[in-house]
């Protein structure tokens, strides 16, 4: 299975932005298609956008639709949600994984994830 770390998390002001990073040290992260995902405490994991291998496809739940922007640099190994006009109810902890985005279905290792907190 693939392995991912994610990085970038910290507080940000409601309204301010914010990018992550999904890296796969030892993988070839250009092979799968990764989906970032977000969970709070007492809630279900969310699925939050995906990209296709190749960058050319990205999936976007409504909630997030127009305020994120999923890219990938396949050259660098890297994957990054670039998360803007944030809102309080962005607050969760963030995780990438290798993902079937059509389907928001999972099947990498999950990592540590990244906490990201919305708060003035």
């Known amino acids: 299975q693939v392995k991912v770390v994610e990085s970038g998390g910290g507080l940000v002001q409601p309204g301010g932005s914010l990018r992550l990073s999904c890296a796969a040290p030892?993988?070839?992260?250009?092979?799968?298609?990764i989906g970032w995902f977000r969970q709070v405490p007492g809630k279900e994991r969310e699925g939050v956008s995906c990209?296709?291998?190749?960058?050319?496809?990205?999936y976007y739940t409504d909630s997030v639709k127009g305020r994120f922007i999923i890219t990938r640099d396949n050259a660098k190994n890297t994957v990054y949600p670039q998360m803007n006009r944030l809102k309080a109810d962005d607050t969760a902890v963030y995780y990438c994984?290798?993902?079937?985005?059509?389907?928001?279905?999972?099947?990498?290792?999950w990592g540590q994830g990244t906490q990201v907190t919305v708060s003035s």
């Open positions: 994984v290798t993902t079937l985005c059509a389907s928001w279905t999972t099947y990498g290792a």
């Open positions: 030892g993988f070839t992260l250009a092979d799968y298609a």
């Open positions: 990209i296709s291998d190749s960058g050319d496809i990205t």
